[in-house]
């Protein structure tokens, strides 16, 4: 009897214990995000156009110092809604679900040159976004709304030199999906962008959905 409370002791010493790690090393690589995510020099700081539904960033910046990382940041604010229809008809039928707008960024530099150029969609930065919603759920239907709010690291890049660059972002503001039974859609409602250069770029230890180019 004795022995079996020493085991379940030690067994829960351990549970502890591997918990107490877990908690650890996800507050050392939300201190090591934060700290690198605000590390640079801003040198621009912008708030997009809209153009036949599109959010388009256009602008020039100019990197002071070559051979040093530069960062863009992209803070946004976006809403979402959806409705299905819970009857039996519509069982088997494709659900229209939106996640996300898609969005095309292309770095130039000063003759107009493409450098680089990526096509994407917000989706893959949710997870490192704030957000909140609801629904609500009869016999028949279920309906939700949310929102999501947060600022991401949408690219790293390393210029080759200082001087001019042409950075295009165009995000589609809102897409909408509609099917028999479900519809949905997904807005981008708030943007800007902002640049960094001499930044401390993301870690290894730190997973993160963006790309790091050499331009």
């Known amino acids: 009897m004795q022995s079996w409370n020493i085991n379940t002791s030690i067994g829960i010493i351990l549970l502890f214990g591997f918990i107490g790690i877990l908690l650890f090393a996800a507050g050392y690589r939300f201190l090591i995000q934060r700290r690198q995510l605000s590390s640079g020099r801003e040198i621009g700081r912008f708030v997009p156009q809209k153009n036949d539904g599109v959010l388009v960033f256009d602008h020039q910046i100019t990197i002071t110092t070559g051979g040093k ?3 863009l940041l992209l803070k946004f604010k ?6 299905i229809n ?5 069982f088997l039928k494709r659900v229209a679900l939106v996640i996300g707008t898609p969005y095309t960024l292309t ?3 000063g003759l107009r040159r493409v450098l680089y150029r990526e096509e994407g969609n917000l989706s893959r930065f949710l997870a490192f976004v704030g957000g909140r919603g609801g629904n609500t759920e009869t016999m028949f239907s279920d309906r939700g709304r949310g929102s999501q709010e947060g600022r991401v690291a949408l690219l790293e890049f390393l210029p080759r030199q200082a001087g001019s660059y042409r950075i295009l972002l165009e995000i589609q503001s809102r897409v909408e999906d509609e099917a028999p039974g479900s519809l949905s859609y997904w807005e981008v409602i708030e943007a800007e962008l902002t640049v960094k250069e001499d930044i401390i770029p993301l870690s290894k230890i730190v997973k993160y959905p963006h790309k790091r180019v050499n331009i």
């Open 78 to 83: 976006s809403e979402t809604a959806y409705e």
């Open 107 to 109: 770095i130039s530099n």
């Open 69 to 71: 990382w530069c960062r």
């Open 86 to 90: 819970m009857r039996w008809k519509y």
